[in-house]
């Protein structure tokens, strides 16, 4: 299309005008008119006469440009990431009609930018005119400064990424490159998220950039050789990155999907794809495969503590439910309204299409469905139809959650707590506690069991045991005499310290403190009765010969609580006097 585009516009300059006044503009495409002209009339109220005569002169452009080079869009909604790319095209190949000079990579991005603008506007109001997806993308930032030359607080350079080149510079340096990366992203929009396209855009762009300054003679695709990949790949580790230069996974990543990009020209048959793949499977670097980050036993209890406590309605709901469900953020903010139901005697969750592409239901602990009956009726109805979202009644956000989660981890005394740990943390602690790897899968809303077993190399129950096992068998033969005697004193000072339990004894240091040896006997809970008054008069003595004052008040209610309950005793204390 591109070519084709371009050729017609030749043709057009040379014979007569290609895009004509705003008369025959509107002839041609009468319903793009009449909504560019409804919206330099907004734009009126609010900007200067010289703003809105430089966004009308761009609009008018450009919506003579597209009447001209496809007659069949007569309408906003029927542009396209391919009217946009010749445009931007077009205007580096072809000098300004008053100047005579060449529009520059600034004057370029600003008119793209004021198209970016005018969809964004017609998307927003809805407007039956707008069109699905807003055809321009997203301009990346620039940082003016260079890398690492502003001050934070601490007075450590802050980190700045080195800027990289817009399409606009790249269609100047080689149109062709340009017109087919840009061609390309058009096409794998149609099936991939807004994600994937922009991290393809980033990866493309980051290498036409490279492409076009060290081989200013490399003017299309198809010239693409060995030695630019070689070259590239020198230039990714050494770019700066937030800890020295980029990660492995930065490299892998760009040339992944440089990689993608080569191929897919190639299987399409596109007539600037390159003879063969330039880039090799050996080029990537292999990748790691680290454990999730979780929160132990301790720190997550401490975590949910907080928690329980938290005042904010919409924060403890938000946290609870990352907690307690396994979702991710974007599923969180995905949520209806009435994506609670029940079945039967229990409440279930339905968790939006999210990462996979799949969607599914988790049970709802009964605790979650009070917090959302109470969220409902403390947030009053919704006119988005979402469960949560912002104060501006968009979606909830991926950074307005993690800021939800530090809250509460600030306040728990939780250093570095991000949302996606809570998913790992609850997966770690079902596995720990017998849940099988399907039932795990089904509630995280994994694919592949292989996703799920990575949780099981966190603790593998079978490892420990026989390590441990060989361990002991290992020291029992190698014991001397006065390891033997040293060994005994370890034992009276563990048979001094053990604390009883309701079914046997604590042997935890006394220094290393512990808040869950009554952690059931302070629950709310918690029920006994006169046939367990043995055993809680000994835990009650065994506390007191330990000096634990605390348990020892602890015992001593629940035996009174006991004593009060039975009517003998109760008579007992009546008749006193």
């Known amino acids: 299309m591109s070519a084709t585009s371009t050729a017609r516009v030749v043709v057009a300059d040379n014979g007569r005008p290609t895009i004509g006044d705003w008369e025959q503009i509107t002839a041609r495409a009468p319903r793009l008119a009449a909504t560019v002209d409804a919206y330099l009339d ?63 990579a600034g004057g370029i991005d600003r008119r793209i930018g004021e198209l970016r603008r005018f969809f964004e506007h017609l998307s927003e109001r809805r407007d039956a005119d707008a069109p699905v997806l807003v055809p321009v993308p997203a301009r990346p930032r620039r940082s003016r400064a260079p890398a690492r030359d ?3 607080g601490t007075g450590a350079p802050a980190f700045r990424p080195a800027a990289i080149a817009s399409w606009g510079e790249i269609a100047q340096r080689a149109p062709q490159v340009a017109a087919t990366m840009t061609a390309y992203l058009d096409q794998i929009e149609v099936s991939s998220r807004p994600s994937t396209v922009e991290c393809a855009g980033l990866a493309l762009r980051q290498f036409a ?35 020295g230069t980029a990660s492995t996974q930065t490299i892998r990543h760009r040339l992944g999907m440089l990689r993608t990009f080569f191929e897919r020209l190639i299987d399409w048959d596109d007539p600037h794809a390159p003879r063969r793949v330039p880039v090799l499977a050996g080029d990537i670097p292999k990748a790691d495969e680290p454990l999730p980050k979780f929160l132990d036993d301790p720190t997550a209890a401490k975590f949910m503590a907080a928690l329980a406590v938290e005042p904010n309605k919409r924060r403890r709901l938000i946290v609870e439910l990352l907690a307690r469900t396994g979702m991710r953020v ?17 409440w279930w969750l339905r968790i939006p299409i999210g990462k996979l592409h799949n969607d599914r239901t988790v049970p709802l602990h009964p605790m979650l469905v009070g917090l959302i009956n109470d969220y409902r009726a403390w947030r009053g109805p919704t006119n988005t139809g979402l469960l949560v979202e912002r104060d501006d009644h968009r979606p909830m956000d991926a950074r307005t959650t993690y800021r939800h989660v530090t809250t509460v981890a600030r306040r728990a ?54 390590y441990f096992t060989a361990t002991g068998a290992l020291e029992a033969t190698s014991k001397t005499p006065a390891a033997r005697v040293d060994n005994d004193a370890v034992a009276h000072a563990a048979e001094v310290h053990r604390r009883l339990l309701g079914n046997g004894h604590c042997t935890r240091p006394v220094e290393l403190d512990c ?17 367990f008054i043995p055993i809680l008069r000994r835990q009650r003595d065994d506390a007191t010969v330990h000096g634990d004052h605390i348990r020892t008040q602890l015992y001593n209610q629940l035996i009174d ?17």
């Open 209 to 243: 950039d490279h492409l076009t300054v060290t081989d200013p003679a490399c003017v299309s695709v198809a010239a693409v050789e060995r030695h630019h990949i070689e070259s590239f790949k020198l230039a990714l580790a050494a770019r700066p990155g937030r800890r």
């Open 561 to 577: 609580v006991i004593d009060d309950t039975q009517p003998d005793t109760a008579a007992r204390k009546d008749a006193a006097p």
């Open 150 to 152: 502003v001050i934070d």
């Open 330 to 346: 974007g599923e969180l903010g995905g949520l209806r309204d009435d994506a609670m139901y029940r079945l039967g005697d229990t």
């Open 42 to 104: 907004e734009l009126a109220a609010t900007r200067s006469p010289a703003t809105v005569h430089a966004v009308s002169a761009t609009l008018r452009q450009f919506a003579g440009y597209v009447s001209v080079v496809d007659p069949h869009c007569t309408t906003a909604a029927g542009i396209t990431g391919h009217h946009v790319g010749d445009y931007c095209l077009w205007l580096a190949l072809h000098p300004d009609r008053r100047t005579r000079r060449t529009i520059t």
């Open 413 to 466: 005394g939780v250093a570095h707590v991000h949302p996606h740990a809570l998913r790992h943390t609850l997966a770690t602690q079902c596995i720990n506690r017998g849940m099988s790897l399907e039932a795990i899968a089904a509630l995280l809303g994994h694919r592949s069991p292989r996703m799920t077993l990575v949780y099981a190399r966190i603790s593998d129950t079978t490892v420990a045991e026989q």
């Open 515 to 531: 808040r869950f040896h009554t952690i059931c006997e302070g629950c709310g809970f918690f029920q006994t009765g006169p046939e």
